[in-house]
């Protein structure tokens, strides 16, 4: 055996003597802090005890060095006190020192002396006897009334330490994402998180004495109970949504500390990017025989590597219009947080003819557990050009081409709504009731559309363009509301005193085609077929209404009774009247510049009430400011439950509440909710707008009517 073993196998001797006496000192230490002080300064008292001990053992063995080995060995007569020739250079050695030198090394093969330390077994055996007493009596030394412990069922326990208050001496929060996330857990001491939906979070608190009941209140009525489990107390819950919550026990904890907080981050749905085509609506080119789509779907934690395109051809025109529809599922390439789709439509695969087209819609989902988020790209159309339109190709240059804009007719909206019915099951509450308000939004366009035939407004909004499926007629005009009649002001042409000449169309179609002699002449509907169409819009209103209100299932016969009428309404005669101008009253001229305003009504601006919801809001603003003023935060609450988007954040305004119910004498507090209030106050109206300087022609013009006028001589 070589020297350099003998001194490693010495060392490691004398490390684990360190460790052996010194270990349950380092325990015994631990457990005297944690007696006395809890168990977080145990933690860090037993931490730093096993370090110093560890250092200490450390120390003792790097002390075993060469000379120490080369002491030992010479103690030993059959090294003829050589041993340090074993740790020279044998190059400076000379022939006698190097046969020398050979003879130790021989003996030291043939029987290596044994060097390690003697086991202390009497001083390791004080040492653990020592820490075991010190133990003893830090655990079961007699502690005054109200004096903690972390060691709950250590000792004898009597009925002044059961009813003692008690006190939350360690806590311990575990935050787990959820598994589709690809999140790691976390944890620590601090009761305040900030986690993804759905994470779930389990708690462990210890106190000391042990209390008979803990259980963790939400400031919305909430309550989560917490189990007993040794020395601590564990509950969890799955976040769902944000709150501010505090820690209860029976009986009360004697500091029942501030209200920590829970906040949500939500998991937003996908967006879907549309990269080719560039525009929504396309007209293809003549002869045009593929349709290129690529898609981008991206979300912060995965897209699903699968998605489904919806492929709607459309044959026809008007309310003849047929439909067919086709699903694919396109697989994605690139990372799963930004996926691509791409595909190529075959036009002549699908079957589309020359003014057809052809409608296309990417469907993704994410990657969320258990209820995937979907999300759809844009409706991507493609009109392919009529056969007319193909044979004017070549006559671009000279024809202005105009794009007709996409539009619903109402067989659409009936093969909409069908078609939302059947995704009822797979579709969450919010997303079927949007869809359903988008298609009765379609609805909404669809008879104001039809109601310009009546002469009715259209609410505000911009008229939405022609379709197909209007009635096959003239446009119709919203100054025209009367109904044809014998006296409507206008000769027919049956008096004009001239022969009618046979053979001329105009003649003919003056004596018994009833023709007007404008040449803007409008088209209207006779009173059976407006009646019909006024039939038409009613039942468009109903079914409006339940779509909006999320019912599709009850919109649908409102919306068949509409289809019928619309049908009736195309099959329709018309007439013909004249375009005729609005009839204004005349003008009383006894009236007139006498500066009278008898029979007006005042056109003074007054101020709107203010809601009653907002008064809550300033009342509570207003009653922060006084310090003796009492604040109804229950009203103020109730306010915030029904109006979240009031504010920025809406926890910092319950966190505020919280803190004046806990302080209700605190200043402090009192201004901090005031400060959170400020942004929900309604803004006061500014005064009004300051006329524009006049220009030089104006200034003249003020100058000479304040100049004094000069009588006339």
């Known amino acids: 055996m070589k020297a350099r073993e003998l001194l490693q196998t010495a060392r490691r001797r004398r490390l684990l003597v360190s460790m052996v006496t010194g270990l349950p000192l380092a325990i015994a230490l631990g ?7 809890g168990l977080d300064a145990a933690y860090i008292a037993g931490t730093f005890a096993l370090l110093l001990v560890a250092a200490v053992a450390v120390w003792r063995a790097r002390r075993l060095d060469a000379r120490w080995l080369i002491k030992r060995l010479n103690e030993h007569p059959r090294f003829e006190d ?81 009813n003692s208050a008690p006190v939350l001496r360690g806590t311990w929060l575990q935050v787990s994402p959820p598994a589709y996330s690809g999140q790691a857990s976390s944890s620590g001491d601090k009761l305040d998180a900030r986690a993804l939906q ?7 608190l210890q106190f000391s004495p042990q209390p008979q009941q803990a259980w963790l209140q939400f400031h919305d009525g909430r309550r989560i109970a917490l189990q007993a489990d040794g020395d601590y107390w564990r509950g ?23 209200a920590y907080r829970l906040d949500v981050v939500v998991d937003r749905p996908p967006q879907v990017k549309v990269i080719e085509p560039a525009q929504t609506l396309n007209q293809a080119a003549p002869r045009q025989r593929s349709w290129q789509l690529r898609f981008e779907a991206t979300d912060d934690f995965g897209v699903n590597s699968t998605a489904t395109l919806d492929i709607t051809t459309a044959k026809g025109s008007g309310e003849n219009i047929s439909f067919q529809q086709r ?32 409608v296309a819609r990417l469907s993704v989902r994410d990657n969320r557990s258990p209820q995937p988020q979907e999300a759809r790209s844009a409706s991507l159309i493609l009109r392919l050009p009529s056969e007319q339109q193909v044979q004017a190709s070549d006559l671009e240059g000279a024809i202005k081409k105009v794009m007709p804009a996409y539009f619903r007719s109402q067989r659409q909206i009936i093969i909409d709504a069908e078609a939302l019915l059947k995704q009822r099951g797979s579709l969450d509450a919010d997303t079927f009731t949007k869809r359903a308000d988008a298609i009765g939004v379609d609805q909404r366009i669809l008879r104001l559309r039809y109601g310009q035939f009546l002469g009715e407004e259209a609410e505000g909004g911009a008229k939405a363009p022609p379709t197909g499926d ?101 099959q329709a005669e018309r007439i013909y009247l004249a375009r005729v101008g609005s009839d204004l009253p005349p003008i009383d001229m006894a009236r007139r510049m006498t500066g009278k305003r008898d029979g007006l009504g005042n056109r003074g601006v007054q101020l709107g009430a203010r809601p009653a919801a907002d008064a809550v809001v300033a009342n509570a603003w207003q009653a922060l400011a006084t310090h003796s003023q009492d604040v109804d935060l229950d009203a103020l609450t109730r306010w915030l439950d ?67 006028t000069e009588p006339a001589r």
Request: aromatic content about 6%; proline content about 8%; overall charge neutral.
């Open 82 to 162: 050589s041993a340090d020739l074993l740790f020279a250079v044998p190059d400076t050695l000379n022939p006698l020192q190097q046969r020398q030198r050979r003879h130790v090394e021989q003996q030291l093969q043939r029987d290596p002396p044994d060097l390690r330390p003697r086991w202390p077994w009497r001083a390791a055996l004080l040492c653990w006897l020592g820490a075991l007493l010190l133990s003893a009596a830090a655990v079961m030394w007699p502690r005054a009334a109200g004096t903690p412990t972390p060691f709950a069922g250590a000792g004898p326990r009597d009925n002044t330490t059961r």
């Open 327 to 358: 699903q694919l599922s396109l697989s994605g390439s690139g990372p799963a947080t930004a996926r691509r789709f791409a595909y190529s439509a075959d036009l002549a695969a699908l079957g589309l003819e020359p003014g057809d087209e052809v």
């Open 198 to 204: 759905g994470s779930r979070l389990q708690w462990r």
């Open 642 to 708: 029904s109006h979240p988007d009031a504010v920025p954040d809406p926890l910092d305004v319950v966190a505020a509440i919280d803190a004046l119910r806990q302080q209700p004498a605190c200043q402090r507090c009192r201004q901090q909710l005031r400060d959170q209030l400020w942004p929900a106050l309604r803004r006061a109206q500014g005064p009004p707008a300051r006329r524009e300087a006049a220009d030089t022609v104006g200034r003249r013009y003020l100058e000479a009517l304040g100049a004094p």
């Open 236 to 258: 969890s819950e799955v976040l769902q949504r944000a709150g501010l919550y505090r820690i209860h026990t029976t009986p009360a904890l004697t500091d029942a500390g501030r």
């Open 31 to 37: 457990l005297v802090a944690a007696r006395v002080l």
């Open 470 to 570: 209007l009635p096959t007629s003239d446009a119709p005009t919203a100054d025209s509301h009367a109904d044809h009649a014998d006296d409507d002001g206008h000769d027919h042409g049956g008096s004009s005193g001239a022969a009618p000449v046979f053979g001329s169309a105009t003649d003919v179609l003056s004596e018994y085609g009833h023709t007007h002699d404008h040449a803007e002449a409008a088209t209207l509907l006779d009173p059976q077929t407006r009646a019909i169409l006024k039939s038409a819009l009613d039942q468009m209103w109903q079914s409006e209404g339940h779509l909006r209100q999320g019912h599709p299932d009850q919109a649908l016969p409102y919306a068949y009774k509409a289809l019928g009428f619309i049908k009736q309404v195309q």
